[in-house]
């Protein structure tokens, strides 16, 4: 027996600084994949699933349908959260990430299941029956549906206070069995951020091994922040005299652009600025400044060097440091706060 590639799974990220998740095969699969004659392999960050195929390349199993392979993605650390835009995740109860739509980057998905349950019709015509069970939340009406071997039922109503269904039609006589079945909620497995299904029939095998096999992508970008820099410097020095300047090759700012003139947080600290408050407590006797981006920053390993700080038109420093990936903070008043990566200059 020989054994070919089939797919590999794929973790990426936009900041080459992110400790990424791993990937796992779920314990159903794994004995699925031996019945098929298929394993898995770890190839550092990726995760490959080969077949065993005969001396003309043919599979050991042929499968009849269509089969779901699932696997984990672990669940991340704080670090990789504060890198990380999962806008995409909020509201998903069951995060999934699937091939269904052909493509070699996978599609991120919320989980939905159905359940079923029978009630018995307790007379003729239009009736009110609870539920046992609990639909998903934002169940809609047209999502619940009604079998009866007597005839059409309709699902007229649903009372998501009191968990239940008003029917009608002509299925519904007394003693009859209605069987109803209805989205319900889903949870990500223990341990894991989300699941990945990867779904294929044997012409999908025949090819992808063929071609020496698929490869599939989960992709992560960095997230995007304001910048924030406080300069504090002696006190006869005015405002308006410092500047922070951005070096003229535009490519590597990453969307990076300072808001005009500095606030001068000396005299009236904001009250708004829970850094500011703090820095303005420590560095009496100083002027504190404080320069913001005009908008979000995107996240990324390598350093945007030649920020330069100028005082009286001189450079003072010609490269300000980067605000760290673990100097967050927040500004704004209470309601309305906006998070920061702050960096702090005495000069």
Not at 113 to 130: F, S
Not at 155 to 167: E, G, H, M, W
Not at 242 to 261: C, F, N, W
Request: aromatic share 4%.
């Amino acid at each position: 027996m020989k054994v070919k590639p089939l797919f590999t799974l794929r973790v990426t990220h936009t900041h080459k600084g992110a400790r990424l998740p791993t990937i796992s095969v779920s314990g159903a699969t794994a004995a699925v994949l031996s019945g098929l004659g298929m394993g898995v392999k770890r190839l550092g960050e990726s995760l490959l699933v080969y077949a065993e195929t005969d001396g003309n390349g043919a599979t050991r199993t042929t499968l009849s349908g269509k089969v779901t392979l699932r696997f984990l993605l672990s669940e991340v650390d704080s670090a990789f959260v504060a890198l990380t835009d999962l806008s995409l995740f909020q509201g998903l109860s069951a995060p999934l990430f699937s091939n269904t739509q052909g493509g070699l980057t996978l599609e991120l998905l919320d989980q939905t299941l159905r359940g079923t349950e029978q009630v018995i019709a307790y007379r003729e015509g239009p009736q009110r029956v609870l539920l046992t069970g609990r639909p998903a939340p934002k169940t809609e009406v047209s999502e619940i549906i009604a079998k009866s071997n007597k005839g059409l039922v309709d699902i007229q109503s649903y009372d998501r206070t009191a968990n239940a269904v008003d029917l009608t039609g002509s299925g519904l006589q007394k003693g009859i069995p209605i069987e109803l079945a209805y989205p319900v909620k889903t949870r990500r497995p223990i341990g894991a951020m989300a699941e990945i299904a990867i779904t294929l029939e044997q012409p999908d095998i025949d090819t992808w091994l063929r071609e020496g096999g698929r490869n599939f992508v989960i992709p992560f970008v960095a997230r995007s922040v304001l910048w924030c820099w406080y300069i504090a410097v002696p006190l006869a020095i005015p405002a308006n005299s410092v500047a922070v300047t951005l070096p003229s090759e535009s490519s590597q700012l990453r969307g990076l652009a300072i808001a005009g003139d500095p606030a001068d947080l000396t005299a009236a600290p904001d009250e708004a600025d829970p850094q500011a408050k703090i820095l303005a407590a420590r560095l009496k006797g100083r002027r504190l400044l404080r320069f913001r981006s005009t908008g979000p920053v995107i996240l990324d390993s390598a350093a945007i060097s030649g920020i330069a700080l100028k005082i009286e038109e001189k450079t003072c420093i010609r490269h300000l440091p980067n605000p760290a990936p673990e100097a967050f903070g927040q500004i704004g008043p209470p309601g309305r706060r906006v998070e920061i990566l702050h960096a702090t200059v005495i000069v």
